[in-house]
């Protein structure tokens, strides 16, 4: 059918793994936010969900490393970390290969994308799918950009993922949501951690609910690792999501919340 | 120097459980498949996370390495702090220090 549901939100693995440490209030905030996005994505009723990711050395390596990945299995497992530390229990989720073996060749009409019959799920989607589908019932693509490991994927070429990804999932009768899921600026799992510059991801969440393109791609890595971390890279993941939706972006919460180690967000975008 | 193999060993470390199984059995049988330098394999053995942290390996990875320890997070950040006081500034990657070591900025 088409793209049905766009959004995006934080992943950071302190969400789940250290959440009685941030004031509860906040807390609540954040938690709420996920389950106001999880109502919108559910009330679209979706035959899969793409989650767009900026892993974390779960699958993709120096040895290897694409700019652009998705998955083309029948299932999945995470999270691969330790489950007691992250706080999220193992699960298997469905995967929906025919459906992703149709995306990935319409994808390859104008994004080349390696394709993969095996993927660990780590935090990067394991958070996400704990709050967006508690019950374990959404089939998932997983899907990645090089936000980790330099040179990294250039911003335009996320631009242009996303933008494939609308027009192959335009052309499935199935009907697709994406989630995109990365942090503004943070300086994860460095002494730096907790560290946000909430001046700068405001900044970005304007451009990025307006869907001003030129705005977001006029970011260079040399200022985004300057003033927002090199956590900041994973904007790559919102980018794409804005260039599947086209319309205006919709910011549930925005909850800078140190001891998670991000600004936590979650927003949904109007598909046009 | 060999930050690669240093990183590559806790990549699998990171999503291998029968990597892990034997690491944790024996870390010197599974630190002799990769081309580490007595530093590197010191900093692994004792385990010293600050210098793993000042070597350069990506935090992602580092994070993971220090959780399957059951390093606790406001110690796994201690100890990168410390370890920058101890051997100086992070010599490469993209995780480098913006904080003193004697800020802490959340946990």
Known sequence: MSLVFVGVCSHAPGITGREERAPRELRDELYAGYATMRAA?????????IVI?????ANFFMNNMPSFALGMADQYHGPIEDADWLRVPQRTVKGAADLSRRIISAIMQTVDVSYCEEWKFDHGIMVPLHFLDPGNKLPVIP??????????????????????IRRAADTVPERIALVGTGGISHWPATPDSGRINEAWDREFLDKWSRNDRDAMLAYKDTEIYRNAGQGGFEIRTFISAAAAARGRGNVICYTPIPIYAVGCTTATMEIV | MSL??????MFDLNRDNAVKEAFRADPRQVIVKYDLDDEERRAIMDPDIGLLYVLGVNGQLLMHYAALLGIEWSDYL?????????????RAGIYTMTTSPDEKVAG
């Open chain 1, 41 to 49: 994505l559910e009330d679209t009723k979706p035959d899969a969900l």
């Open chain 2, 78 to 90: 201690q100890r990168m702090r410390d370890g920058v006081k101890m051997h100086g500034p992070v």
């Open chain 2, 4 to 9: 690669y193999q240093l990183s590559k060993l």
């Open chain 1, 143 to 164: 899907a990645n950009i090089n936000c980790q490991g330099p040179p990294l994927t250039p911003l335009h070429r996320a631009w242009a993922f996303g933008d494939a």
């Open chain 1, 53 to 57: 990711a900026a892993e974390h050395f």
